[in-house]
């Protein structure tokens, strides 16, 4: 085994923070003379300083001997770790002399390691500490060997070291295991020959759990046949042997089996017998184990219910999600396992966390068949009506949210089960008035377009329900509803009584009375409790001066107003358009059903009535729709004309009735084939077919001897692996290199950039182009922006014209733009003379944050409307064309397109909202509203606004789409 030349790298497994030795580092001789103090504090400071030069190159011959004669018997246990410490960092070998060099370069004998003199005072030191009284320190210095790799010096010690396997305290026996393994392991023929046997003599009669699990550790690795032997003859008590001895023995069943599937049988008694473990991490450990191993329905199943009990026991959101994402790739390939723990798997809802909930409503939905169907509705509609109930912090965080997740899951059981749409439908819709009320009615819409059956119950209950909606948006569907779907003269009758019965009669304008109070009762509220201060005697008969606060009673509340009254007389003119579309439909379909004329003749007076009070509220209020008016005149002109006019009537009468039913069928099937697709897309992809010859990379070199060298080393890879676009991988790669430094100065410097989430790994390339050796070479960093440095580059002493990578470590904690910059300092060895250069910054792009993600039109005006930081940026580019130029943003802001548009529809304008969470958690909201002025040349105009809850977001998003909105790049040929 051949060592590296550079022993600090070969022995170094430590770092020390860099502000051990402040105010820098002491001369070698001021470390020596330290040495030699009794004060034990002084001497840890000169160890350290010591350690901290030798990492950094320096190699300080002299102080080896002043530590061997004042370090290395002292009793302080800090003193004896930082000697330790040092024995891994100093040189223990001689250098080579000249000559030896010259004779090795020249082919001739190599270069012959010799042991420093000085190494056997220290392998003696060493061995005192093995044979020590006290169990701690001979467990120390045990542990310590195991990070030595020198064979001259293990090789003294190993008669110690076997005979610290059969010393009395567990705490030395479990290290002593450990040594053993690590000198057989890289000396095993010539120091210890006999090790696993050994070791296999110390497992049989050990009882410590912890070095029974470092034998049964030594003996998978070195011997994995007296490991099974071993595991053989303690099958029945492997439980009582500790988790890590568990774990171990699933390692070695997972690598026996892999290389021997005949060995499976021997294996499977001890996986059943760890499915039950107390412990999580067995019990988990052996469910993936035993379904890598067998795809028999038994061991699935059994898997599956350890999973599932997993799933319930923790109270960890990390466990439980990995234990859903397993469900989810068990569920690809046996669903018909896990439709039998269905409703187990349906008992994690009870989780605080909503992405839990959601990821188990996901797995779940894919499951429900139709002996199942009921079971998981009657569970829905338990947890929908639990929503309501509970009123404790964390459910009023997860309550909204939650319930329109159920919603949707119930919405997605009733399309594809329509025997339980019935009852799913009149349940749901006592949440007309509550916060998911907007779920609640779309999911009623598209249940009364698909099942005309339900249509009469469902319409019902709505008419019944209609004065507890609060909502001006869920009232709008409602009315739709109504007046698309009541076609028979009970449902006519009954909808339009309802209707003129919540509307009430014209004017809907506040009248003076009531504005008066309102404002007499603002005014009692605003001036708040009156303070009254009076002097009392108290019990004692001293005086006392007494505060007393008072509040003005509050009226009851005798507003009786119905909700739809309420909600035009507010100056709702959208509302208001709907109502008047909603009776004029009524109307012109009561002929239709066999109302007698006299009736039909009421209802139109009515509906005039009210349409006409509808207009002159959209004249006289004052509402943030006031820009409607011109659009609700003209809709309410219409309906007017068509309940005036026969002739208009005529005409109008069929557009009306059925165009709006037509449309939203129309819809429903669009949605339905998009769903269809992305199923489609999400199922696995054939990478090769049965016939497609297969290249073996390994017999490249026979084959070249039949001039067969046609082979696509890229293909053969991607077929292979499933990845089929390898070639952009390094291009990709490359993207991410900063070039930090100029070619001409004398250190030459890049850095390769690597985001993980909420870490990035910078791996700096450090080239020396000078022909002198430059020392304490370092690299300082310093960052900008939400972003902090969690291991700086240490010093390094580079040769001449070498290079080396040096690694740092930077925590992000938030989606802003973030700058690192810095300096290389370094000293010329041979002029002692110090240098610095000054590094190009490295721009983090927000992009390597933002990841697309998608949500209701719902959650998305309530995040706009609650976001307060928003950026607008205006629309300046190249591109001509709206759809074009929507896609461009897409893709250049890695975000998600929420708004559906019809690509072969022409216009010249266009809206669309984006979406996307970065990996923090941030939602960023775009809304961008273009328009083609063909005033302007045919350019595209408008904005693009961002939103979102943080300012960095906004401001970084801003940025980016300022700077690629301008146009496309062209495509490079290839």
């Known amino acids: 085994m051949s060592l590296a030349t550079n022993s600090n790298e070969s022995y170094c497994t430590f770092t020390l923070a860099s502000d051990v030795t402040a105010g820098g580092l002491p001369s070698e001789e001021e470390i020596a003379k330290q040495l030699e103090s009794n004060d034990p504090k002084i001497k840890r400071h000169a160890l350290k300083a010591a350690i901290m030069a030798m990492l950094g190159g320096e190699a300080l011959p002299r102080i080896l001997m002043q530590v061997i004669r004042f370090c290395i018997n002292s009793d302080d246990k800090p003193l004896k770790k930082l000697c330790m410490l040092y024995w891994e960092v100093v040189p223990k070998y001689q250098e080579p002399s000249s000559d030896e060099v010259l004779r090795a370069a020249s082919g001739g004998q190599p270069v012959q390691r010799k042991l420093l003199p000085e190494m056997i005072l220290v392998c003696n030191a060493l061995m005192n500490d093995l044979n020590h009284p006290n169990e701690y320190v001979r467990g120390s210095m045990l542990r ?127 996986l059943f017998q760890m499915l039950s473990s107390n412990s999580a991490a067995v019990s988990y450990e052996a469910a993936w184990t035993l379904i890598s191993l067998s795809n028999s329905p038994t061991a699935v199943r059994a898997a599956a219910v350890t999973y599932t009990n997993l799933l319930n026991s923790q109270n960890d959101n990390n466990v439980m999600m990995i234990v859903l994402e397993r469900l989810e790739q068990l569920k690809k390939k046996h669903s018909k396992i896990l439709q039998e723990l269905l409703m187990d798997i349906l008992r994690a809802l009870s989780s605080p966390n909503p992405d839990i909930c959601k990821k188990v409503l996901d797995v779940a939905m894919a499951l429900v068949t139709n ?237 005039l009535l009210a349409m006409c009070g509808i207009v002159k509220m959209a004249e006289v209020t004052v509402s943030a729709q006031k820009s409607s008016l011109a659009d609700c005149s003209e809709r309410v002109t219409l309906c007017c004309r068509a309940l005036l006019d026969p002739k208009a009537s005529a005409l109008l009468k069929k557009t009306l009735l059925s165009e709006g039913k037509s449309s939203f069928a129309a819809f429903l099937k669009h949605i339905q084939e998009k769903e269809n697709k992305e199923k489609e897309s999400r199922e696995d ?30 293909s053969d890879l991607a077929r292979a692996t499933g990845y089929a676009d390898g070639g952009s991988l390094l291009s990709n790669e490359l993207s991410h290199v900063y070039q930090l430094s100029g070619f001409a100065d004398p250190v030459y410097a890049e850095a390769f950039v690597t985001v993980h989430d909420y870490d990035i790994l910078l791996e700096i390339l450090i080239i020396n182009r000078t022909p002198n050796t430059l020392a304490n070479l370092t690299v300082e960093l310093s960052t900008m922006g939400d972003m902090k440095i969690v291991e700086r580059p240490q010093s390094h002493t580079i040769g001449p014209l070498d290079q080396m990578t040096i690694r740092a470590s930077i925590k992000v904690s938030s989606t802003e733009t973030g700058h690192i910059f810095g300096t290389i300092v370094y000293e010329d060895a041979s002029t002692h003379e110090k240098g610095y250069i000054n590094l190009n910054d490295i721009h983090m792009d927000i992009m390597d944050y933002i990841r697309p993600a998608t949500c209701t039109d719902e959650v998305f005006r309530s995040m706009w409307a609650e976001f307060e930081w928003e950026n607008k940026v205006a629309i300046s580019t190249s591109i001509g064309d709206l759809v074009e130029f929507l896609d461009h943003i897409v893709t250049s802001t890695n975000m998600s397109c929420l708004t559906p548009h019809d690509r072969n529809e022409k216009g010249s304008f266009l809206a669309a909202n984006l979406y996307a969470k970065s990996v923090f958690g941030e939602d960023a909201l775009v809304n961008v509203s273009v328009e083609k002025k063909e005033d302007n040349d045919g350019k595209l105009a408008g904005y693009i606004r961002i939103r979102s809850k943080t300012q960095g977001i906004a401001l970084s998003l801003g940025d980016r789409i300022t700077s690629v909105q301008r146009g496309t790049q062209p495509n490079k040929k290839q």
């Open 685 to 714: 992809v054939i990478t090769s077919q049965a016939d497609d010859l297969i290249h073996f990379r390994q017999l490249r070199s026979l084959t070249a001897q039949g001039g067969d060298l046609d082979l696509d080393d890229g």
């Open 144 to 270: 310590f060997l195991c990070k030595v790799k020198d064979e001259e010096i293990l090789g003294p010690l190993i008669p110690s070291i076997k005979a610290c396997l059969s010393h009395r305290h567990q705490y030395v026996r479990k290290n002593a295991v450990l040594a053993v393994f690590h000198a057989h392991r890289l000396h095993g023929e010539t120091l210890i020959p006999d090790g696993p046997e050994l070791v296999d003599l110390f497992i049989n009669a050990e009882t410590d759990i912890g070095a029974r699990r470092n034998a049964f550790l030594m003996l998978y690795h070195e011997s994995e046949d007296l490991a099974i032997q071993f595991l053989a003859r303690n099958l029945d008590d492997v439980s009582k042997f500790g988790d890590g001895f568990a774990l171990l023995v699933l390692d070695l069943t997972r690598k026996a089996c892999r290389r021997d599937p005949n060995q499976k049988s021997r294996f499977v008694r001890v």
């Open 371 to 607: 002996k199942n169907v009921a079971d998981v509705v009657t569970t829905l509609k338990r947890e929908v009506a639990k929503t309501t109930q509970e009123s404790s912090d964390s459910s009023e965080d997860k309550g909204k949210v939650y319930r329109n997740m159920l919603i949707q899951a119930i919405h997605g059981c009733a399309v594809r089960f329509p025997d339980v749409a019935e009852s799913v439908v009149h349940t749901l819709m006592d949440f007309l008035s509550s916060d998911g009320g907007m779920q609640v009615i779309i999911f009623v819409r598209a249940i009364v377009e698909r099942y005309p059956a339900l249509r009469p119950a469902i319409l019902t209950k709505l008419i019944n329900t209609l004065d507890e909606v609060t909502n001006n948006n869920v009232m709008c569907v409602c009315l739709w509803i109504l007046g698309e779907y009541c076609e028979t003269s009970e449902t006519v009758k009954d909808a339009f009584d309802s209707v003129t019965e919540q509307l009430g009669e014209a004017p809907y304008v506040v009248q003076a009375d009531d504005k008066k109070a309102q404002e007499k009762a603002a005014a009692e509220a605003a001036k708040g409790p009156k303070m009254v201060t009076k002097n009392v005697v108290l019990a004692d008969g001293t005086y006392a001066t007494q505060t007393i606060y008072s509040e003005a009673k509050t009226p009851a509340v005798t507003d009786k107003t119905p909700h739809l009254r309420k909600m035009i007389i507010a100056g709702d003119i959208f509302l208001g358009a709907i109502i008047s579309s909603s009776l004029t439909k009524m109307c012109l379909r009561a002929p239709d059903v066999n109302l007698d004329p006299v009736t039909v003749k009421e209802m139109t007076v009515k509906s």
